[in-house]
């Protein structure tokens, strides 16, 4: 991996800041171009090497709602229905796992009850059901992984 491209992860991971220009910033810092942090992100992202860009909303402070959920979904059907879920625009962070439950993802919606309602169309959508486990008590961990 480029030196720029370890550089540029290290930097994303402390979060941007909120300006205009945002990749301008960076680039003054890492000292290429703004076009180059632009290229570079896309790239990185179309290459798998970045698997998310974008911010971090806390729904639940904004007046929204945010749960985790799981699904145990039959491995001849698990891509059918990831895609499913998938295209409902509340769901994000959709992984397969290693167990009973084998699909988990985090669902975020404009209000507290739509958590329920989301589930519900996932549920008819689907046609197998939603196991919601919403957090109880919030811990910061701060992972980060320096390159």
């Known amino acids: 991996m480029h ?3 370890k550089e540029l992860i290290n930097r994303l991971q402390d979060g ?3 300006v205009d ?3 301008q910033s960076l680039a003054w810092d890492l000292n290429v171009t703004e076009d180059e942090i632009i ?3 896309e790239r990185m992202l179309e290459d798998g090497r970045l698997s ?3 911010p971090m909303f806390h729904a639940e402070h904004m007046g929204g709602g945010l749960t985790l959920a799981a699904m145990a979904i039959p ?3 698990f891509d059918a229905v990831t895609e499913k879920v998938n295209s409902f625009e509340e769901v994000a962070h959709n992984y397969e ?3 009973e439950l084998n699909m988990w993802f985090v669902l975020a919606t404009e209000t507290p009850e739509g958590v329920a309602d989301t589930i519900k169309k996932i549920e008819l959508c ?3 059901p939603v196991y919601n486990m919403p957090k109880k008590e919030e811990f910061y961990v701060g992972l980060r992984f320096t390159l």
């Open 16 to 18: 941007i800041d909120v």
């Open 75 to 77: 491995e001849a059907e």
């Open 3 to 5: 030196q720029i491209d």
């Open 21 to 23: 220009r945002p990749f």
């Open 97 to 99: 796992r290693n167990h």
């Open 126 to 128: 689907t046609g197998y």
């Open 52 to 54: 998310r860009f974008g």
């Open 39 to 41: 290229s570079r992100v």
